[in-house]
């Protein structure tokens, strides 16, 4: 497999809620953590389109023998993308 960049999916933006005084949009969590193809398409390996998404600062060329993806986002990481590097 080519080298991959890590994408993150975020959830949307929340609505304001005027009572607690949090701005629309002001923290957006990373829902899934994916892995895209550095080279072609716009696509995730799991195939998910990646417009809406994120790409990291975590470089997985930079941390060889490391997880693909950041370590604090293990418990989000895609299970269809982790497969097919696995694979």
């Given at each position: ?33 994916h892995a895209a193809p550095s080279s ?22 930079e941390h060889p023998g490391a997880p ?20």
């Amino acid at each position: 497999m080519g080298e991959i960049v890590v994408v993150y999916e975020l959830d949307k933006p929340m609505a304001k809620r005027s009572s607690l005084g949090i701005p629309a949009g002001e923290e957006r969590p990373v829902r899934k953590v994916h892995a895209a193809p550095s080279s072609t398409g716009p696509r995730t390996l799991c195939g998910k389109d990646t417009f809406a998404m994120e790409t990291a600062y975590w470089k997985p060329s930079e941390h060889p023998g490391a997880p693909w993806h950041p370590a604090e986002y293990a418990s989000v990481v895609c299970s269809d993308c982790d497969a097919v590097i696995k694979t």
